[in-house]
T-cell receptor, first 113, second 113 residues
Framework: DQQVKQNSPSLSVQEGRISILNCDYT??????FLWYKKYPAEGPTFLIS?????DKNEDGRFTVFLNKSAKHLSLHIVPSQPGDSAVYFC????????????FGKGTKLSVIP | DADVTQTPRNRITKTGKRIMLECSQT?????MYWYRQDPGLGLRLIYY???????NKGEISDGYSVSRQAQAKFSLSLESAIPNQTALYFC????????????FGAGSRLTVL
């Protein structure tokens, strides 16, 4: 049973518009959530994270929103750029200092120039 | 130098062969992780190590073994490779900054014929 779900395998967005990637989780013990970005032939790279004590975290063009009651988080990219085209993985862990990450299946984002 | 170095980057082998994937790090971390990525399945944890004498199974350890020869080296072995072990394999260790964040290597692509 998947504990972290990314239900959209792919997403296409026009350059300059907003990209919204969604993630749902089922394990109530998860309290840290992370987004990773992956280009072909490279390892995943960390993008942004959020702790369960917050509902929003922002870093430049990237914002992550957390809705604990709905067990849902989303990544907003504004404005989207062609270089953002990649696979985005949502991940979760339980407990501070726990590096055992549970990943979603990923969403492939294509930003169209 | 990269924080995490994986060798080989690409390997093609035959069913029944023994294969070893190697991971080395320059950061002096006690913790190291092996993940596997399959298309459409995200990343799944195979094994992890808290130090040289502390090895733990992850979600999908069957068919794999690991060796932590030194703090800097963590090897993943397939004693008798089978085609459904064809995948991308990533080694990871805790990032310098960011709670619960892992830094991943560039990956080893394994094809079992």
């Amino acid at each position: 049973d998947q504990q972290v779900k990314q239900n959209s395998p792919s997403l296409s967005v026009q350059e300059g518009r907003i990209s919204i990637l969604n993630c749902d989780y089922t394990n109530s013990m998860f309290d840290y959530f992370l987004w990773y970005k992956k280009y072909p032939a490279e390892g995943p790279t960390f993008l942004i994270s959020i702790s369960s004590i917050k509902d929003k975290n922002e870093d430049g063009r990237f914002t992550v929103f957390l809705n604990k009651s709905a067990k849902h988080l989303s990544l907003h990219i504004v404005p989207s750029q062609p270089g953002d085209s990649a696979v985005y993985f949502c991940a979760a862990s339980d407990g501070a200092g726990s590096y055992q990450l549970t990943f979603g299946k990923g969403t492939k984002l294509s930003v169209i120039p | 130098d990269a924080d995490v170095t994986q060798t080989p980057r690409n390997r093609i082998t035959k069913t029944g062969k023994r294969i070893m994937l190697e991971c080395s790090q320059t950061k002096g971390h006690d913790r190291m992780y092996w993940y596997r990525q399959d298309p459409g399945l995200g990343l799944r944890l195979i094994y992890y190590s808290f130090d040289v004498k502390d090895i733990n199974k992850g979600e999908i350890s069957d068919g794999y073994s690991v060796s932590r020869q030194a703090q800097a080296k963590f090897s993943l072995s397939l004693e008798s490779a089978i085609p459904n072990q064809t995948a991308l394999y990533f080694c990871a260790l805790p990032a310098v900054s960011g709670a619960n964040v892992l830094t991943f290597g560039a990956g080893s692509r394994l094809t079992v014929l």
